[in-house]
């Protein structure tokens, strides 16, 4: 089983400030999903990255994925209200995909 | 939108009921996933139909069974569940298996009594 492992769980943070979730694994995967899930809903894909090193930028969400394609970080700057919501990272192979264990984010007004 | 419809999005059952749960994908993909997500856990594939035909079946108990009778819709037959069984059960869709992006459900969120 390849395991991703998220930190931190759970985030709470105020409204304008910035931070970085973690996705952490020891298998190299040959691409790499953030998804963010709203409470009722499903997840939703945000960025995919597939190079080692790459950096994508969302508006005020910056994706990194490990030079060794094991990692990845997300960073938020500036976190709104409506950035609230459980954050998954996905690995996948060549014939498997595997979720991490979520961050849970909470910015308060 | 992400074009994934799942029927009912809440469901309470006794341990003897049966029941099933629907999805449907309006986006022409040929793959299609039930995922299970229970608190503190990370999300849990289940099952994998790729062009109509099961490509994965991770250790799933028997009282799961899923259907997939076109490319765009995709059942999970439920029978004789246990308290533990209670999650969110999401469906997903995408053009190609793994490598492509998923598309997921609103999920049905399930009580087992």
């Known amino acids: 089983t390849q395991l991703l492992e998220q930190s931190p769980q759970f985030l709470s943070i105020q409204e304008g400030e910035n931070l970085t979730v973690y996705c952490n694994s020891s298998?190299?995967?040959?691409?790499l999903q953030w998804y963010r899930q709203e409470p009722g809903e499903g997840p939703v894909l945000l960025v995919t990255v597939v190079t080692g090193g790459e950096v994508k930028k969302l508006k005020r969400l910056t994706f990194q994925f490990g030079d060794a394609r094991k990692d990845s970080s997300l960073h938020i700057t500036a976190a709104q209200t409506g950035d609230t919501g459980l954050y998954l990272c996905a690995g996948t192979g060549a014939n498997n995909l595997f979720f991490g264990t979520g961050t849970r984010l909470t910015v308060i007004p | 939108e992400t074009g994934v419809t799942q029927t009912p999005r809440h469901l309470v059952m006794g341990m003897t009921n049966k029941k099933s749960l629907k999805c449907e994908q309006h986006l022409g993909h040929n793959a299609m996933y039930w995922y299970k997500q229970s608190a503190k856990k990370p999300l849990e594939l289940m099952f994998v139909y790729n062009f109509k035909e099961q490509t994965e079946n991770n250790s799933v108990p028997s009282r799961f069974s899923p259907e997939c009778p076109n490319s765009s819709h995709l059942f999970l037959h439920l029978h004789t569940l246990q308290p533990e069984d209670s999650a969110l059960y999401l469906c997903?869709?995408?053009?190609?298996?793994?490598?492509?992006?998923?598309?997921f459900g609103p999920g049905t969120r399930l009580l087992v009594l």
């Open positions: 298998s190299v995967f040959s691409s």
């Open positions: 997903a869709s995408s053009q190609l298996t793994y490598q492509e992006t998923q598309y």
